[in-house]
């Protein structure tokens, strides 16, 4: 055992002040140049997606605006009355016209078809040429042929805030599974000028093209 005489005399052990490895303040500091770079990341989405929110937010405001969709039922009767599809009525088609799916989904169902005018952008020839997955590729459902019937059922008009449609609904009066479904006719049809409170709405309404429907007479 060492006397106290000794012991005071001994040297002391210290304890050296902590200092942290060099990779250690490395990764220190790149997890501050991360957390700075997620903050502008975050500045950055948050800029961006701006745009998209106050859009949203003044579809959402308009939409619950009551004054907006205030003269709807004035605008549908208006519609009604300027355009000459008849609702009930019966129109024959002149000339064949491509019926493209609405809707579609992956297994080959959709909810209505729309009416093009051949060659927009398929005639029937290459319809007729083609395979069953070339036309479900390009999305057509089937051929309307010449002499084909069409009974209006409806006439719509859609407004919101990004536009104002006058859409022409009917029937084909065909008992083949595709012809059951809605169709749409309003791009079988010429655009006519609208006037009187309508104009306020719209500027076009669709008309029958002569060219491609002739109206069928009531027996």
């Not at 939409?63 to 609702?87: G, K, L, N, W």
């Amino acid at each position: 055992m060492c006397s106290r005489h000794e012991t005071q005399h001994m040297p002391r052990l210290r304890l050296a002040p902590f200092r942290a490895h060099v990779r250690f303040r490395v990764a220190v500091a790149e997890l501050g140049s991360l957390g700075h770079m997620r903050t502008r990341c975050f500045q950055w989405l948050f800029l961006s997606s701006l745009p998209i929110l106050l859009s949203g937010c003044a579809v959402v405001f308009f939409a619950m605006d009551p004054t907006f969709h205030s003269h709807d039922a004035q605008y549908r009767r208006e519609a009604q009355s300027q355009t000459d599809y008849v609702v009930g009525a019966v129109y024959r088609l002149k000339q064949p016209v491509i019926a493209q799916p609405v809707d579609l989904m992956i297994w080959g169902t959709y909810s209505s078809v729309m009416l093009e005018r051949e060659g927009h952008p398929y005639t029937v020839q290459e319809y007729e040429r083609a395979s069953p997955k070339w036309r479900y590729e390009h999305q057509i459902a089937a051929v309307a042929k010449a002499g084909t019937l069409i009974r209006v059922t409806e006439i719509q008009f859609d407004r919101n805030i990004e536009s104002t449609t006058v859409w022409i609904k009917g029937r084909l009066l065909l008992d083949i599974p595709w012809a059951k479904k809605p169709a749409e006719l309003y791009f079988i049809s010429k655009s006519a000028p609208t006037h009187g409170a309508l104009h306020n709405a719209t500027h076009t309404i669709p008309v029958v093209d002569k060219n491609i429907l002739e109206l069928v007479p009531k027996p």
